[in-house]
C-alpha cells in the first residue's frame, strides 16, 4: 500500500506539471480532475494502510495477551476450550433463527459478554457444559436444546456406541473410562 502511494504522487506531481504547463482551458480541466483522482487514491491507500497495519498490531497484542494469560493462569486452556465448545454449540442451534448479520452480530456479541462473564466464574469447569448451554439458550430469549449437545455429554446420557466412540475430533472414549479422558494410549 505504502509503494502504491508512492507512486500516486509520484503520478500527481507529473500531473501538476503538466497542469501548469497546459495551453488551453480544456487540458487545465482534464488534467485538475486526474490530479484530484490520484490525491483521492493516495489518501485512500494510505488510510488503508494505516488501517490494515493497527489491525495486525491488535492481532499481535491479542496473542501476546493470550500467550501471557496462559502462562499466568493454569485453567486458562481448560477454561478457553470450554468457552468455545459452549459457544459453538449454542451458535450451532440458534443460527437458523437469526435473521440478517445485524441480528447475528448482536446476537455474538451478547453471547461473547455472557462468557466472559461466566468464563471468570469459579465453577465455570465444574458446571457441565449442557447445563451451561441450556442457561444461556433461555438467558438469550432462545428454547435450549432438548437433546444433549457435547459428546461426552450424549455418551454419557446413553447416545449409544457410535456417541462413545466419537468423544471428540478424533478421540475416542474407551468403553469403561471415566468421562473426559482419552484412552490410554500406551
Do not use: Y
Not at 486526474?34 to 485512500?44: P, S, W
Amino acid at each position: 500500500m505504502g509503494e502504491l502511494a508512492e507512486w500516486m504522487h509520484a503520478a500527481a506531481r507529473e500531473a501538476q506539471r503538466r497542469l501548469l504547463e497546459a495551453e488551453t482551458t480544456d487540458d487545465f480541466a482534464k488534467l485538475t480532475v486526474c490530479l484530484d483522482k490520484l490525491a483521492r487514491g493516495a489518501r485512500q491507500s494510505t488510510l488503508l494502510h494505516r488501517k490494515l497495519e493497527a489491525e495486525r498490531i491488535a492481532a499481535a497484542q491479542r496473542a501476546a495477551d493470550s500467550a501471557a494469560r496462559a502462562e499466568a493462569d493454569p485453567q486458562f486452556v481448560p477454561r478457553h476450550v470450554k468457552r468455545v465448545r459452549i459457544r459453538t454449540a449454542i451458535t450451532r442451534h440458534v443460527w437458523n433463527e437469526l435473521e440478517g448479520d445485524e441480528e447475528a452480530e448482536l446476537f455474538r456479541d451478547d453471547l461473547n459478554a455472557r462468557l466472559d462473564e461466566l468464563e471468570e466464574a469459579d465453577d465455570f469447569l465444574d458446571t457441565p457444559i449442557d447445563d451451561l448451554i441450556a442457561t444461556l439458550c433461555r438467558d438469550l430469549g432462545f428454547e435450549p436444546p432438548a437433546a444433549a449437545t457435547s459428546p461426552i455429554a450424549a455418551a454419557m446420557a446413553g447416545g449409544g456406541p457410535s456417541s462413545v466412540e466419537r468423544v471428540g475430533e478424533g478421540a475416542s472414549l474407551a468403553p469403561g473410562a471415566p468421562a473426559g479422558h482419552a484412552p490410554d494410549s500406551s
